[in-house]
């Protein structure tokens, strides 16, 4: 069973322009996360889908960044315009649910972008 | 707000030394406690979990023990290997609809031969 891809695995942009990171989730998990983790910092939450319907989207830092998953497959974050401090790994991760709440979550590899 | 503390790296040991990595957590209600790894050039796994106060959990011959009292989950290994280099990240979830993770900073270890 393939795990959970991102793409690209690295980007490197200036100041102002846009990027758009891939998650492609383990087959048949309903829930998307994805987290951000800044230079030598924590590891934070942005947002989670279930299916194509955003159930928390709290730690979306501001408006320059979007997040779909359209058709509850695929999902895609877009930065736009990039700044400086949007520096830094994007994780996603993918669960099923289950009777008793999701289940584990399953975590791609990273993208990493640097903003110059 | 809930948070999770842990020790800051980089921790070196060389093989088969004894590693504890520290975690502390601030929550307002009782959570679930996660060790995840992360190798080189790989996500982030699951290493071994907790769900209630006592609870101790094992993988690989890690364990950690959920302490309400000193709200910690200290990762411990009695004998590392130079695969066990890795980053490692201690985290907290109150599960429900969101399940989302609240992770501490990240320790890096390294193993030496």
């Known amino acids: 069973e393939a795990g959970v891809t991102q793409f690209p695995s690295h980007s490197v942009i200036e100041k102002g322009q846009t990027v758009t990171l891939r998650c492609d989730p383990i087959?048949?998990?309903?829930?998307l996360y994805w987290y951000r983790r800044v230079m030598g910092k924590e590891i934070k939450f942005l947002l989670h889908?279930?299916?194509?319907?955003?159930?928390?989207e709290s730690g979306m830092p501001n408006n320059r960044f979007l997040a779909e998953r359209t058709g509850g497959t695929y999902s895609t974050l877009k930065v736009q315009p990039a700044e400086l401090e949007d520096s830094g790994v994007y994780f996603c991760?993918?669960?099923?649910?289950?009777?008793?709440?999701?289940?584990?979550?399953?975590f791609g590899p990273g993208t990493r972008l640097t903003v110059t | 707000g809930d948070s999770v503390t842990q020790m800051e790296g980089p921790v070196t040991l060389s093989e088969e030394a004894f590693l504890t990595i520290n975690c502390t957590y601030t929550?307002?209600?009782?959570?679930?406690l996660f060790w995840y790894v992360q190798y080189p050039g790989e996500g982030l796994q699951l290493l071994l979990k907790?769900?209630?106060?006592?609870d101790k959990g094992s993988n690989k011959g890690f364990e950690a023990t959920y302490r309400k009292e000193t709200t910690s989950f200290h990762l411990e290994k009695g004998s590392v290997q130079v695969s066990d280099s890795a980053v490692y990240f201690c985290a907290l979830s109150f599960g429900g609809a969101t399940n989302k993770l609240i992770f501490g900073t990240g320790t890096l270890l390294a193993v030496q031969p």
């Open positions: 991760a993918s669960s099923q649910t289950g009777t008793s709440g999701s289940y584990e979550q399953y």
């Open positions: 889908f279930v299916k194509e319907s955003k159930q928390d």
């Open positions: 087959s048949g998990h309903d829930n």
């Open positions: 907790a769900t209630k106060a006592d």
């Open positions: 929550a307002t209600g009782y959570p679930s």
